[in-house]
């Protein structure tokens, strides 16, 4: 190859704007809010004139989950994702000072939805992003213009046999409390929460329980988890109304699962075609948090399913 082409070559990215891409990426910010007299932490990226997603986290995580999907997404929505109290870097009140139920985690979501000035927007579910997120659905049905679940459960058939456990907890809590918080809090069980039934462990990067577990192990974290496990059964108390609701409002919605979740089987993704038979069901070779080693996936069918709406 000549001098003159190689250069050539090497100037073509400049000669026709690509060399700045990089430059005009919109860029992360991390915010704080107060929202109900709580310091309420969150992210945001993108053009706010844009479509706008809300991202909702799962347990033990925070809105750091979605950090990787909303840079790919970013330069065609405007993507926010808080962190609910006590979890990541919001305030997290003793369980005294700030009742920890799915009832007022979900209200105070909807208070934040004002201050930032969310008016309409895309949901983006995750574990507990699931029930956070039909309450707010049905509280705000005018604000939510369609729904992303991921591994976000609202049927009884995907509920793994680690339900039993809880179960046993929510009958008798004095009795299990103890037991289960200790297990709750272990690098063993967080671990496992992420990898499932995967056979490809080496995937996985090790920092993403070991953060976790860090988080959960801070003081009072303990009791600000169980007591939301705790009230985790009016969630399957609620599953009837929710998937009603879904019958009702027919919101276009893609269900993306990662197939060796044990807490969450893939029965549940399933059961979705029940009451939503146009809804995109998209089963991945991952976990729970299927992001940690699907994101790209993830991205392209979040993406393809939000440019459709």
């Known amino acids: 190859m000549s001098l003159f082409k190689y250069l050539t070559l090497l100037a073509l990215p400049f000669m026709f704007g690509f060399g700045d891409a990089q430059a005009e990426m ?32 799962g347990v033990p995580s925070s809105s750091r989950m979605y950090d990787g999907l909303m840079r790919q997404l970013a330069d065609r929505f405007h993507l926010i994702a808080p962190d609910y109290p006590g ?21 105070l979501i909807e208070h934040f939805t004002d201050t930032v000035g969310l008016k309409k927007y895309s949901l983006f579910m995750q574990d507990y992003g699931a029930p956070v997120g039909m309450r707010l659905a049905m509280a705000r049905p005018h604000a939510v213009t369609s729904m992303v679940f991921q591994n976000g459960n609202i049927y009884a058939e995907g509920l793994g046999k680690m339900w039993d456990s809880r179960k046993a907890y929510w009958a008798d ?6 037991k289960f918080q200790a297990a ?41 988890q169980m007591a939301l496990i705790f009230d985790y059964r ?57 992001m940690d080693t699907r994101l790209d996936e993830v991205a392209d069918l979040t993406r393809q399913f939000l440019i459709k709406q």
Request: no cysteine; charged share 20%; aromatic share 10%.
């Open 26 to 57: 919109p860029k992360m910010m991390y915010r704080q809010v107060l929202v109900d007299g709580v310091n309420i932490a969150y992210r945001e990226i993108g053009d706010v004139n844009a479509p706008a997603v809300l991202l909702l986290h």
């Open 87 to 107: 979890f990541g870097n919001s305030d997290a009140p003793t369980p005294d000072k700030f009742v920890y139920t799915f009832d007022h985690l979900a209200t």
């Open 173 to 178: 809590r004095n009795a299990y409390e103890a």
């Open 184 to 224: 709750h809090l272990s690098v063993d069980v967080t671990r496992q929460r992420h990898i499932g039934s995967d056979p490809d462990v080496l995937a996985y990067n090790p920092d993403l329980w070991q953060d976790e577990v860090a988080f959960l192990n801070r003081p009072g974290e303990g009791a600000i």
């Open 234 to 290: 009016t969630n399957l108390e609620a599953y009837p109304s929710w998937q009603q609701w879904l019958r009702e409002h027919h919101l276009p919605t893609l269900v993306i699962w990662g197939k060796h979740d044990l807490a969450f089987t893939v029965a549940g993704a399933e059961a979705f075609s029940r009451d939503l038979p146009d809804a995109k069901i998209a089963i991945l070779d991952g976990g729970h948090f299927v």
